[in-house]
């Protein structure tokens, strides 16, 4: 069974860049699609990115385009770059099928990280 631990999370100003990471164990990802979540207070669970390296995609919310880069192999990252008060959330990591990786839904996504959390400062 994969497991997902995510790291890189913390405290920074509106404007500043921050690297998450999300590192796999207990199986092999390689086939998989690889993804991050978020969710807010009193917010549902919100698709950030997705990527897979099997007809190599990398997909992303609307809201994060041209800002946050997902990249890797295991470890996974999410580079965020000119942060918003607005992305401030627990961040999750997530698994699922490599056909899946463009599905926001969060029912398609199998294997969850525990979350990590992001604070941005205005």
């Known amino acids: 069974q994969v497991q997902l631990v995510e790291s890189g999370g913390g405290s920074v100003q509106a404007g500043d860049s921050l690297r998450l990471s999300c590192l796999a164990s207990g199986g092999s990802i390689s086939r998989n699609a690889m993804g991050w979540f978020r969710q807010a207070p009193g917010k549902e669970r919100e698709f950030v990115a997705g990527?897979?390296?099997?007809?190599a995609t990398t997909v992303y919310a609307d809201s994060v385009k041209g800002r946050f880069t997902i990249s890797g192999d295991n470890p996974v990252y999410l580079q965020m770059n000119s942060l918003k008060s607005e992305a401030m959330a627990v961040y999750f990591c997530?698994?699922?099928?490599?056909?899946?990786?463009?599905?926001?839904?969060?029912?398609?996504?199998?294997?969850w990280g525990r979350g990590i959390q992001v604070t941005v400062s205005s």
């Open positions: 997530a698994t699922t099928a490599w056909t899946r990786v463009s599905s926001p839904r969060s029912d398609d996504w199998s294997t």
């Open positions: 990527m897979r390296r099997i007809v």
